[in-house]
């Protein structure tokens, strides 16, 4: 099902996840600019028109950039 290095990529991210989930710290810091970063696009989109249309168009960019990296290291590209 998975190739050497999908494997070790797999695994290494797995490595991070556990490390981060022992880092109380660090992961309280992670949540907290995840909730500024979303408290911020709220405000905007409240508060500007059209807002909701430009932070709608960066999260597809970002989610689709992130989709075809994650895509491409898995097939070892």
């Known amino acids: 099902m998975y190739n050497e290095p999908t494997f070790n990529i797999y695994r290494k991210v797995m490595t991070v996840l556990t490390n981060l989930k022992k880092d109380r710290k660090g992961l309280n810091e992670y949540v907290a600019v995840a909730s500024l970063l979303a408290l911020v696009a709220g405000i905007a989109v409240l508060v500007i028109p059209n807002a ?7 999260w597809n960019n970002t989610l689709s950039s992130m ?4 895509q491409s290291v898995a097939s070892g590209k």
Request: charged fraction near 10%; avoid cysteine; proline fraction near 0%.
């Open 67 to 70: 989709s075809s990296l994650f």
């Open 52 to 58: 909701r249309t430009t932070i709608s168009n960066l």
